[in-house]
């Protein structure tokens, strides 16, 4: 079992930055993949960026150029999020997986408000 355990959040106006950070327990080697999603209210959860432990990063569209993720893939991982709009708005998860075993993991979420 993976522990995921997720920080930062908060409430934040449009066009401000929050970064969020999430630290890996247990079996972690069991993850290679980690990353971030969000579920807006109301909404499914959707993923936002991921980062392999080769280094190789992924995001959804409309977060690119402004968001950021860094982190090993396997241990930690951040989002460093700037020029946030209301629609970015949402519980974030973060999640731990493995391109090859069938490992999943979800830490408990945090909010994140954007006022407009």
């Known amino acids: 079992q993976v522990q995921l355990v997720e920080s930062g959040g908060g409430l934040v106006q449009a066009g401000g930055s929050l970064r969020l950070s999430c630290a890996a327990s247990?079996?972690?080697?069991?993850?290679?993949?980690m990353g971030w999603y969000r579920e807006p209210l109301g909404k499914h959860r959707q993923l936002v960026a991921t980062?392999?432990?080769?280094?190789?990063r992924q995001y959804v569209d409309s977060v690119k150029g402004r968001f950021t993720i860094s982190g090993d893939g396997t241990r930690t991982v951040a989002l460093q999020m700037n020029s946030l709009l209301p629609e970015d708005a949402g519980v974030y998860y973060c999640?731990?997986?493995?391109?090859?075993?069938?490992?999943?993991?979800w830490g408990q979420g945090t909010q994140v408000t954007v006022s407009s």
């Open positions: 980062i392999t432990t080769s280094g190789e």
């Open positions: 999640n731990g997986k493995h391109s090859i075993y069938p490992d999943n993991y």
């Open positions: 247990g079996s972690i080697d069991r993850v290679n993949i």
